[in-house]
Protein backbone atom coordinates (compact mmCIF):
# COMPACT_ATOMS: atom_id res chain seq x y z
CA UNK A 1 0.00 0.00 0.00
CA UNK A 2 2.90 2.10 0.84
CA UNK A 3 4.38 1.90 -2.23
CA UNK A 4 0.57 2.03 -4.52
CA UNK A 5 0.21 5.64 -2.42
CA UNK A 6 4.26 6.67 -3.42
CA UNK A 7 3.05 5.76 -7.11
CA UNK A 8 -0.37 7.57 -6.84
CA UNK A 9 1.66 10.35 -5.84
CA UNK A 10 3.83 10.48 -8.85
CA UNK A 11 0.89 10.07 -10.83
CA UNK A 12 -0.80 12.91 -9.34
CA UNK A 13 2.41 15.34 -9.23
CA UNK A 14 2.67 14.32 -13.49
CA UNK A 15 -0.97 15.31 -13.57
CA UNK A 16 -0.67 18.56 -11.91
CA UNK A 17 2.47 19.57 -14.20
CA UNK A 18 0.67 18.58 -16.72
CA UNK A 19 -2.23 20.89 -15.93
CA UNK A 20 0.17 23.57 -15.25
CA UNK A 21 2.09 23.24 -18.52
CA UNK A 22 -1.17 23.32 -20.48
CA UNK A 23 -2.60 26.15 -18.66
CA UNK A 24 0.81 28.16 -19.30
CA UNK A 25 0.81 27.32 -23.01
CA UNK A 26 -2.63 28.32 -23.64
CA UNK A 27 -2.16 31.58 -21.62
CA UNK A 28 0.98 32.22 -23.55
CA UNK A 29 -1.31 31.20 -26.91
CA UNK A 30 -3.65 34.05 -25.88
CA UNK A 31 -0.95 36.59 -25.00
CA UNK A 32 0.90 35.75 -28.20
CA UNK A 33 -3.06 36.05 -30.43
CA UNK A 34 -3.55 39.03 -28.73
CA UNK A 35 0.09 40.86 -29.74
CA UNK A 36 -0.97 39.64 -33.09
CA UNK A 37 -3.92 41.45 -33.22
CA UNK A 38 -2.13 44.39 -32.28
CA UNK A 39 0.19 44.71 -34.56
CA UNK A 40 0.80 46.53 -37.45
CA UNK A 41 0.67 44.92 -40.99
CA UNK A 42 2.30 45.85 -44.42
CA UNK A 43 0.20 44.48 -47.23
CA UNK A 44 1.25 46.96 -50.13
CA UNK A 45 4.70 46.59 -51.88
CA UNK A 46 4.88 50.41 -51.81
CA UNK A 47 4.60 51.03 -48.49
CA UNK A 48 6.60 47.43 -48.10
CA UNK A 49 9.32 49.04 -50.13
CA UNK A 50 9.23 52.40 -48.31
CA UNK A 51 9.52 50.73 -45.42
CA UNK A 52 12.79 49.64 -45.78
CA UNK A 53 14.06 52.56 -47.54
CA UNK A 54 16.35 50.70 -49.84
CA UNK A 55 15.93 49.36 -53.45
CA UNK A 56 18.03 46.29 -54.36
CA UNK A 57 21.79 46.54 -55.14
CA UNK A 58 22.73 46.18 -58.84
CA UNK A 59 24.58 42.82 -58.02
CA UNK A 60 21.17 41.57 -56.67
CA UNK A 61 19.29 42.83 -59.82
CA UNK A 62 21.98 41.62 -62.54
CA UNK A 63 22.87 38.62 -61.06
CA UNK A 64 19.50 36.64 -62.79
CA UNK A 65 20.37 34.95 -65.60
CA UNK A 66 17.80 32.60 -68.24
CA UNK A 67 20.61 29.94 -68.93
CA UNK A 68 22.46 27.35 -66.79
CA UNK A 69 26.18 28.72 -67.54
CA UNK A 70 28.79 26.81 -66.61
CA UNK A 71 29.17 28.25 -63.04
CA UNK A 72 25.63 26.83 -62.77
CA UNK A 73 26.30 23.86 -64.59
CA UNK A 74 28.86 22.69 -61.90
CA UNK A 75 27.00 23.58 -58.87
CA UNK A 76 24.47 21.12 -59.82
CA UNK A 77 26.73 18.65 -60.75
CA UNK A 78 27.79 18.63 -57.51
CA UNK A 79 24.68 19.01 -55.57
CA UNK A 80 23.72 16.30 -53.65
CA UNK A 81 20.49 18.35 -52.04
CA UNK A 82 17.83 20.22 -53.04
CA UNK A 83 14.45 21.49 -51.92
CA UNK A 84 11.56 21.60 -53.94
CA UNK A 85 8.65 24.30 -54.22
CA UNK A 86 5.15 23.93 -55.33
CA UNK A 87 1.83 25.35 -55.33
CA UNK A 88 -1.62 24.22 -56.18
CA UNK A 89 -4.40 26.36 -57.97
CA UNK A 90 -6.19 26.87 -54.53
CA UNK A 91 -3.24 28.23 -52.95
CA UNK A 92 -2.09 24.68 -50.97
CA UNK A 93 1.75 24.68 -50.80
CA UNK A 94 4.16 22.14 -50.38
CA UNK A 95 7.77 22.55 -50.59
CA UNK A 96 9.95 19.44 -50.23
CA UNK A 97 13.70 18.04 -50.14
CA UNK A 98 15.28 15.99 -52.49
CA UNK A 99 18.74 14.13 -52.57
CA UNK A 100 20.31 11.69 -54.02
CA UNK A 101 24.46 11.11 -55.12
CA UNK A 102 25.67 14.22 -56.47
CA UNK A 103 24.78 15.10 -59.88
CA UNK A 104 21.46 13.36 -59.54
CA UNK A 105 19.80 16.55 -61.05
CA UNK A 106 20.39 16.57 -65.20
CA UNK A 107 21.46 19.57 -66.87
CA UNK A 108 19.34 18.41 -70.20
CA UNK A 109 20.37 21.74 -72.24
CA UNK A 110 20.41 25.95 -71.15
CA UNK A 111 17.57 25.73 -69.64
CA UNK A 112 16.13 22.31 -68.76
CA UNK A 113 16.46 20.13 -65.84
CA UNK A 114 15.68 16.49 -65.07
CA UNK A 115 15.01 15.81 -61.70
CA UNK A 116 14.63 12.36 -61.07
CA UNK A 117 11.67 11.31 -58.60
CA UNK A 118 12.30 8.13 -55.88
CA UNK A 119 9.74 5.95 -53.94
CA UNK A 120 8.54 7.97 -51.35
CA UNK A 121 5.47 8.31 -48.88
CA UNK A 122 3.05 8.59 -51.83
CA UNK A 123 1.45 11.60 -50.98
CA UNK A 124 2.51 12.95 -54.11
CA UNK A 125 1.85 16.57 -53.03
CA UNK A 126 4.95 18.19 -55.07
CA UNK A 127 3.80 16.11 -58.22
CA UNK A 128 -0.19 16.57 -57.29
CA UNK A 129 0.35 20.47 -57.23
CA UNK A 130 2.55 20.68 -60.53
CA UNK A 131 0.35 18.59 -62.40
CA UNK A 132 -2.31 21.15 -61.79
CA UNK A 133 0.06 24.32 -61.48
CA UNK A 134 3.40 23.94 -63.31
CA UNK A 135 4.97 26.50 -61.43
CA UNK A 136 7.98 25.51 -59.37
CA UNK A 137 10.84 26.70 -57.69
CA UNK A 138 14.28 25.01 -56.18
CA UNK A 139 17.02 25.82 -54.07
CA UNK A 140 20.37 23.67 -54.31
CA UNK A 141 22.66 23.39 -51.84
CA UNK A 142 26.43 22.06 -51.45
CA UNK A 143 27.46 20.65 -48.34
CA UNK A 144 29.84 22.72 -46.36
CA UNK A 145 28.96 25.62 -49.01
CA UNK A 146 27.28 28.97 -47.81
CA UNK A 147 26.31 29.97 -51.26
CA UNK A 148 23.35 28.45 -52.72
CA UNK A 149 21.66 28.19 -56.35
CA UNK A 150 18.23 29.08 -56.84
CA UNK A 151 15.98 28.01 -60.10
CA UNK A 152 12.12 29.71 -61.23
CA UNK A 153 10.38 28.31 -63.55
CA UNK A 154 7.84 25.55 -64.44
CA UNK A 155 7.86 21.49 -64.33
CA UNK A 156 5.89 18.83 -65.81
CA UNK A 157 5.61 15.34 -64.61
CA UNK A 158 6.76 12.50 -67.21
CA UNK A 159 7.29 8.89 -67.20
CA UNK A 160 8.88 7.72 -70.38
CA UNK A 161 11.94 10.47 -70.97
CA UNK A 162 14.93 8.37 -72.02
CA UNK A 163 17.58 10.34 -69.57
CA UNK A 164 15.16 8.61 -66.53
CA UNK A 165 17.50 5.83 -67.40
CA UNK A 166 20.48 7.47 -67.11
CA UNK A 167 19.01 8.32 -63.15
CA UNK A 168 18.91 4.57 -62.47
CA UNK A 169 20.56 3.09 -59.20
CA UNK A 170 21.18 -0.06 -58.01
CA UNK A 171 19.30 -1.29 -61.48
CA UNK A 172 16.10 0.68 -60.71
CA UNK A 173 15.10 3.40 -62.38
CA UNK A 174 12.83 6.36 -60.99
CA UNK A 175 8.82 5.75 -61.91
CA UNK A 176 8.72 9.36 -63.24
CA UNK A 177 10.82 12.68 -63.12
CA UNK A 178 10.14 16.64 -63.30
CA UNK A 179 11.51 18.51 -66.35
CA UNK A 180 12.32 22.16 -65.04
CA UNK A 181 11.89 24.62 -67.79
CA UNK A 182 13.75 27.26 -65.84
CA UNK A 183 13.13 30.77 -66.41
CA UNK A 184 15.21 32.32 -63.70
CA UNK A 185 18.55 31.27 -62.39
CA UNK A 186 20.63 33.05 -59.81
CA UNK A 187 23.19 32.63 -56.89
CA UNK A 188 22.40 33.35 -53.41
CA UNK A 189 24.44 34.92 -51.31
CA UNK A 190 26.08 33.07 -47.86
CA UNK A 191 24.26 35.39 -45.10
CA UNK A 192 21.57 32.57 -44.02
CA UNK A 193 24.23 29.32 -43.78
CA UNK A 194 26.63 31.87 -42.07
CA UNK A 195 24.41 33.29 -39.76
CA UNK A 196 22.34 29.85 -39.21
CA UNK A 197 26.37 28.02 -39.18
CA UNK A 198 24.12 25.03 -40.60
CA UNK A 199 27.56 23.14 -41.85
CA UNK A 200 29.61 23.70 -38.21
CA UNK A 201 29.78 20.84 -36.87
CA UNK A 202 30.16 22.36 -33.29
CA UNK A 203 26.61 23.30 -33.39
CA UNK A 204 25.29 20.07 -34.83
CA UNK A 205 22.11 18.70 -32.37
CA UNK A 206 23.11 15.27 -30.93
CA UNK A 207 19.97 12.95 -32.74
CA UNK A 208 19.63 10.85 -29.53
CA UNK A 209 19.28 14.07 -27.66
CA UNK A 210 15.70 13.51 -29.97
CA UNK A 211 12.64 10.82 -29.99
CA UNK A 212 12.80 8.74 -33.03
CA UNK A 213 10.42 9.68 -35.90
CA UNK A 214 7.88 6.90 -35.29
CA UNK A 215 7.30 7.77 -31.63
CA UNK A 216 7.09 11.51 -32.40
CA UNK A 217 4.65 10.45 -35.51
CA UNK A 218 2.74 8.77 -33.02
CA UNK A 219 2.55 11.18 -30.60
CA UNK A 220 1.11 13.24 -33.17
CA UNK A 221 -1.38 10.99 -34.42
CA UNK A 222 -2.50 8.72 -31.49
CA UNK A 223 -3.35 5.16 -31.52
CA UNK A 224 -0.17 4.33 -32.93
CA UNK A 225 2.84 2.50 -31.80
CA UNK A 226 6.33 4.15 -31.66
CA UNK A 227 7.88 1.52 -31.75
CA UNK A 228 6.28 -0.19 -34.69
CA UNK A 229 6.53 2.87 -36.06
CA UNK A 230 10.24 3.35 -36.36
CA UNK A 231 10.93 -0.41 -37.07
CA UNK A 232 8.98 0.38 -40.19
CA UNK A 233 10.83 3.52 -40.79
CA UNK A 234 13.89 2.00 -40.52
CA UNK A 235 12.95 -1.06 -42.94
CA UNK A 236 12.06 1.83 -45.76
CA UNK A 237 15.56 3.85 -45.10
CA UNK A 238 17.02 0.50 -45.56
CA UNK A 239 15.04 -1.28 -48.48
CA UNK A 240 12.88 1.31 -49.92
CA UNK A 241 15.59 4.67 -50.82
CA UNK A 242 15.43 3.23 -54.54
Known amino acids: MFHE ?3 SDRASAASDAACVSAWRTASSDKTASMELSAMKRIDDEIDLREFYGKEPSERALKKVINRFDT ?3 HFISLSPFLVVSSSSPD ?3 DCSPRGDPPGFVQVLDDTMLLLPDRPGNNRLDTLS ?3 ANPEVALIFFLPGVNET ?3 NGTAEVVEDHP ?3 DAAINGRA ?3 GLIIHAREIYLHCAKA ?3 SKLWDPEVQIERKSFPTLGQMIADQAGGMDGEAQQASIETAYKEGLY
Do not use: E, Y
Open 5 to 7: GRA
Open 71 to 73: HCR
Open 91 to 93: GHL
Open 129 to 131: NLV
Open 149 to 151: LRV
Open 163 to 165: ALG
Open 174 to 176: PKS
Open 193 to 195: LIR
